[in-house]
């Protein structure tokens, strides 16, 4: 059985650094074809891919926010970590992470974490 | 980047078929993946790579891709159905990233 979980802060100021935790089981990120994805999706709005790691430390930002991510994994302890830096209140969301196959699919989801950035 | 556009929503009576379309360049040559939202959930995969079920999801759900455009059809739509459902490519034109349709409510009267 596949599970997700998200932790971190639920409220970040502005301009500060968004550090955020994906724990897993079920799988591990160092079996050839997997990865762990982060998405967010503002409160109404539409789903928005951030970030992608895989079992061989390839990764993947999107354009549009690449100069603002990091993500990276620690495979001993089933974790994938995503940094956000100067955050900005149009950040304010809830962050997924998900299990990703190489065709891109994300079939395992976490629950999600609401992420406030406010003053 | 890539673009995928998807109508805002699409109404259905119960017993009838629902298509929700994402429209892409060429978005024939990609892989889409289709998930379902409801409120206050994570999305659910419906379907990927183009037309394949997960385990657990009814035949009613079915895809199709080619060309500019990718279609989800749910077929006998029950009331359960009504959510959001977004479309997403994996770009092999642009270093494989991911996209996200910009999602369509399904709304049964």
């Known amino acids: 059985q596949i599970t997700l979980k998200e932790s971190g802060p639920t409220l970040v100021k502005p301009t500060q650094t968004l550090t955020l935790t994906c724990t897993f089981s079920?799988?591990?990120?160092?079996?050839?074809?997997?990865?762990v994805g982060w998405i967010r999706q503002p409160p109404g709005k539409a789903l928005e891919w951030l970030a992608l790691?895989?079992?061989?430390?390839?990764?993947r930002y999107s354009p549009s926010l690449k100069s603002r991510l990091t993500i990276t994994k620690d495979t001993s302890k089933n974790q994938v970590v995503v940094t956000m830096t100067n955050l900005d209140p149009v950040d304010t969301a809830t962050y997924y992470c998900?299990?990703?196959?190489?065709?891109?699919?994300?079939?395992?989801w976490g629950q999600g974490t609401l992420v406030t950035v406010s003053s | 980047s890539y673009v995928l556009t998807q109508p805002p929503s699409v109404s259905v009576a119960p017993g009838q078929t629902a298509r929700i379309t994402c429209g892409g360049n060429n978005i024939g040559s990609n892989t889409v993946h289709w998930y379902q939202q409801k409120p206050g959930q994570a999305p659910v995969l419906v379907v990927y790579d183009d037309s394949d079920r997960p385990s657990g999801i009814p035949e009613r759900f079915s895809g199709s891709n080619y060309g500019n455009t990718a279609t989800l059809t749910i077929s006998r739509v029950e009331a359960g159905d009504e959510a959001d459902y977004y479309c997403?490519?994996?770009?092999?034109?642009?270093?494989?990233?991911?996209?996200f349709g910009g999602g369509t409510k399904l709304t049964v009267l």
């Open positions: 790691i895989y079992w061989d430390d390839d990764k």
């Open positions: 998900a299990h990703a196959t190489t065709s891109g699919t994300y079939q395992y």
């Open positions: 997403q490519v994996w770009d092999s034109s642009s270093d494989h990233l991911v996209v």
């Open positions: 079920g799988f591990s990120l160092s079996t050839s074809g997997v990865g």
